[in-house]
């Protein structure tokens, strides 16, 4: 059974950065996707990034491109998301998510089946 344990939110001044941080455990395959889905107060859930353990192969959301960047350490299988120049409109809880198999990342990121419990990020003067 896929666990998904992330950390690293918190609260952070409007251009600051973050990390967020998922342990993954409990695959039964070298080749998934994993990634960050969050959800902003009152909005839908947005696929921000993903990552292909099998190619390396990204994703990013348009309004993320050249500030957040996505990394995978295969020792433990965590992966981090560095966020930078963040925006109060980014405000959100940020899940951790995963789909087990061989996918382009851009294609599956915003459709992940299993999810952690998820790190609530605040960016606010």
């Known amino acids: 059974q896929v666990k998904l344990v992330e950390s690293g939110g918190g609260s952070v001044q409007p251009g600051g950065s973050l990390r967020l941080s998922c342990a993954a455990s409990?695959?039964?395959?070298?080749?998934?996707?994993i990634g960050w889905i969050r959800q902003a107060p009152g909005k839908g859930l947005e696929g921000v990034s993903c990552?292909?353990?099998?190619?390396?192969?990204?994703y990013y959301a348009d309004s993320v491109k050249g500030r957040f960047t996505i990394s995978r350490a295969v020792a433990g299988n965590t992966v981090l998301l560095q966020m930078d120049s963040l925006k109060v409109e980014e405000t959100a809880v940020y899940y951790c998510?995963?789909?087990?198999?061989?996918?382009?990342?851009?294609?599956?990121?915003?459709?992940?089946?299993?999810w952690g419990q998820g790190t609530l990020v605040t960016v606010s003067s």
């Open positions: 990552i292909s353990t099998r190619d390396g192969s990204t």
């Open positions: 409990g695959f039964t395959s070298d080749d998934y996707v």
């Open positions: 998510a995963v789909t087990e198999g061989d996918y382009d990342p851009s294609v599956v990121c915003n459709h992940l089946d299993t």
